[in-house]
């Protein structure tokens, strides 16, 4: 199991760039994961700092790597296909698209904030970069609503039980956005709302379809060429916008990142991706040098190309998730330590990382020990974010 982050932008806005940079790995070989002849799916990784090292050992991935410190723990980064020009013409998103949507835990909308495309694509001169962010948002909503009404007919048609209830049909009908009739109900109360469609009028359902949007497709916006001028104008710009504010906006330079990580390959330059800075251990021309003195400029301002935050930010604080070490503290009599660190979602308990790490235990879940404290945790007890933890199971 892995989470899937998708990654989504209209045509020239760099998405491209993004995907092949987040996913060109120098992974030792047999680490990979994800066997998949897909294109469109890839490997990407999120930081996470390395418990090893509080235990004096050193650790050995089993999927990934540790550099300095830093485990580089593997996602899915799904290149979801089919934003194309024409939509906003009314034509509306492709089926396939929405599906792919859904597929994705969180995702990426990739933006170009030089405003140098415009909504289709195009080369053009000083595109706000919100109409792009509006239209996607827009369609998702006008998507929702669509499904939101078929869920208002189910409730009047009385296909449901003995007790009508609002939210449970919605819930039925909106199954494939992951969510459910607790959340729902939560949504319709949180906007002043009666449990009662008929009560609702077409800016009512217009709120509901986004409150529901909102809360089961968490997005984040790589605001993307970030190294030219006119996008770092539209950054302040759009981020000092109040209508924004829902949004977590990360600067990237998917450019930089795929530079470096070149650089990296040829041996030019020593960067570890995400880093703010990198060291260049081999003369290079002059041209070059003055490419990377720019990007060198760009990453210390930006804290980074911003490729592997805003992957990050989309994983750990859109989404909440968080990564799980499986362990003891010391290494087995094969000399492995802490292979294995895991992204689990928001609120996972002891009990259910430990379903997670093995799927057919029925009832043999025995205990959990948090490794750092030796001390034993309940089934129920809530992890946190690096936690260590051992797990056993009667088999
Ligand atoms: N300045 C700058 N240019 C970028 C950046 N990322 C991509 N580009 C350029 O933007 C253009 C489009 O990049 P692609 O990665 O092909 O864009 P795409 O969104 O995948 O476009 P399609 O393949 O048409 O869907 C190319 O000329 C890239 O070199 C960036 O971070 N900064």
């Given at each position: 199991m892995s989470f899937d982050v998708g990654l989504v932008g209209k045509p020239s806005v760099g998405k491209s760039t993004f995907f092949n940079a987040a996913t060109m790995n120098d992974v030792p070989e047999g680490a990979y994961p994800f066997t998949t002849i897909d294109p469109s799916v890839g490997e990407a990784y999120v930081r996470v700092e390395c418990a090893a090292p509080e235990f004096d050992h050193t650790c050995t991935p089993n999927l990934g790597y540790c550099e300095d410190g830093t485990r580089f723990v593997p996602v899915r980064l799904v290149d979801v296909a089919g934003l194309v020009p024409g939509a906003h013409e009314g034509r509306g998103l492709g089926n396939q698209f929405l599906s792919d949507l859904n597929e994705a835990d969180v995702l990426l909308h990739v933006v170009d904030f030089s405003g140098t495309t415009d909504i289709e694509g195009e080369p053009t001169e000083d595109h706000d970069p919100r109409e792009d962010i509006d239209f996607l948002e827009d369609e998702l909503d006008m998507w929702y609503l669509d499904v939101l009404e078929k869920g208002i007919e189910r409730y009047r048609s009385g296909y449901h039980g003995e007790e009508a209830a609002i939210e449970e049909d919605l819930a039925t009908q909106m199954d494939a956005f992951r969510t459910n009739k607790d959340e729902i109900k939560q949504v319709i109360l949180s906007l002043d709302l009666e449990l009662d469609p008929d009560t609702w009028d077409d800016e009512d359902r217009e709120a509901l379809a986004r409150e529901i949007r909102k809360r089961t497709k968490p997005m984040v916006i790589a605001a993307n060429k970030m190294d030219t001028p006119a996008a770092q104008e539209n950054f302040e710009e759009i981020t000092d916008d109040p209508d924004y504010d829902h949004l977590t906006i990360v600067p990237t330079s998917a450019h930089a990142e795929k530079a470096l990580k070149n650089g990296d390959e040829q041996g030019v330059l020593d960067y570890l991706p995400g880093d703010s800075e990198f060291e260049i251990v081999e003369d290079v021309p002059g041209e070059k040098a003055t490419a990377l003195e720019q990007i060198s400029e760009f990453v210390g301002e930006y804290g980074g190309t911003g490729v592997q935050q805003a992957i990050e930010t989309a994983l750990f604080?859109?989404?909440g998730s968080i990564a799980i070490f499986p362990g003891a503290r010391k290494p087995q009599?094969?000399?492995?330590?802490?292979?294995d660190c895991f992204v689990l979602e928001d609120g996972a308990t002891a009990e259910d990382f430990a379903y997670f790490l093995h799927t057919d235990i029925g009832d043999g879940f025995l205990h959990a020990h948090d490794v750092r404290s030796g001390r034993q945790i309940g089934a129920d007890t809530v992890l946190d974010h690096r936690d260590v933890v051992e797990i056993t199971t009667t088999n």
């Open positions: 604080d859109e989404l009599e094969d000399g492995t330590f802490l292979q």
